[in-house]
């Protein structure tokens, strides 16, 4: 949902007889705004994986980076006018949210290694 409505006024701007350009905007308007929407859903599934693990392990820490995390892409994300300083950022913060929710879900290395290992004997008795 948070993609949908993220979306909504980007798709109404597509619609108008030429507005991306006429105040100077960049012809990646639409592609930014796409990635930042797709960070933007992508963190908020880890945040709440993050938060409830926080909460039921009763680390007040854990939330409370959540929240500051979360207070920080919303601030980047007003700096959508500046493609190369608002995308590299929020998406450092994502794959680092995406490793912790990985491991607060129960995920391990060795879990990975067997995965990549059943891939490739997979790939090899084909």
């Not at 680390?59 to 500051?68: A, E």
């Not at 794959?95 to 391990?108: D, K, N, R, T």
Request: hydrophobic share 50%; proline share 3%.
């Amino acid at each position: 949902m948070s993609g949908a409505f993220s979306m909504i006024n980007i798709l109404s701007d597509s619609l108008g007889p030429g507005t991306v350009g006429i105040f100077g905007d960049s012809q990646y308007y639409f592609i930014t705004s796409a990635l930042m929407t797709l960070a933007l859903t992508l963190l908020h599934t880890f945040w709440g994986v993050v938060f409830f693990e926080g909460c039921e392990k009763r680390r007040w820490w854990v939330i409370g980076v959540v929240v500051v995390l979360h207070l920080i892409v919303s601030c980047l994300s007003l700096m959508n006018p500046l493609y190369s300083g608002s995308l590299p950022p929020v998406y450092a913060i994502m794959v680092l949210m995406a490793a912790w929710a990985f491991f607060s879900a129960g995920g391990s290395l060795s879990s990975v290694k067997q995965l990549c290992s059943r891939r490739m004997s997979d790939v090899n008795s084909s």
